[in-house]
């Protein structure tokens, strides 16, 4: 009887925190969720499509049948390999990117972490490649995690 009033209350706990989860957490987490499916669909296209119009892109070139042959043969110039890599690499992208949404929905302090440090690298990133938005958007989304009061609560 004691274990079950234990699990009662774990569950009445997890409960209570995705009540308490700040509304702009919850946001972040159900965009991530779509950006990872996104990211997964991409990956399987990149397994599954590509290998399929290579050749027609190749013979269009070719044939001069397309006008901006140029950006198309710079396209199929991408080996089978690297597609294939490509592609799993965004799956792979888009599968962790699920469970850190999940954990961010579910408040798991691992993911609260892992947000900060991919937000902030994506900042420094943004800074040397002199592209703003990214820069903004990245920094009030780490500093967000790392210093709201509201989110420190939900996810201690």
């Known amino acids: 009887m004691a274990k079950k009033s234990k699990r009662d209350n774990k569950k009445l706990l997890s409960r209570s925190n995705s009540k308490k989860l700040p509304l702009l957490v919850k946001i972040i987490s159900i965009l991530g969720h779509i950006f990872s499916i996104i990211t997964i669909i991409f990956g399987i296209l ?3 499509v590509f290998p399929l119009i290579k050749p027609l892109i190749i013979t269009a070139t070719q044939n001069q049948a397309i ?5 198309l043969t710079t396209f199929t110039d991408i080996s089978g ?3 294939i890599v490509g592609g799993i690499m ?3 992208f888009g599968i962790i990117g699920l469970f850190i949404s999940r954990g961010l929905w579910k408040a798991k302090p691992l993911a609260r972490i892992v947000v900060i440090v991919i937000s902030l690298l994506g ?3 943004a800074l040397f490649y002199f592209k703003l938005v990214r820069l903004i958007v990245d920094l009030a ?6 210093l ?9």
């Open 81 to 83: 390999n690297g597609v």
């Open 123 to 125: 900042a420094v990133s």
């Open 141 to 146: 989304i780490g500093l967000y995690f790392l």
């Open 90 to 92: 965004l799956i792979i």
């Open 148 to 156: 709201s009061k509201d989110v420190k609560k939900a996810f201690s």
């Open 67 to 71: 006008a901006s042959g140029q950006v």
């Open 46 to 48: 990149f397994l599954t």
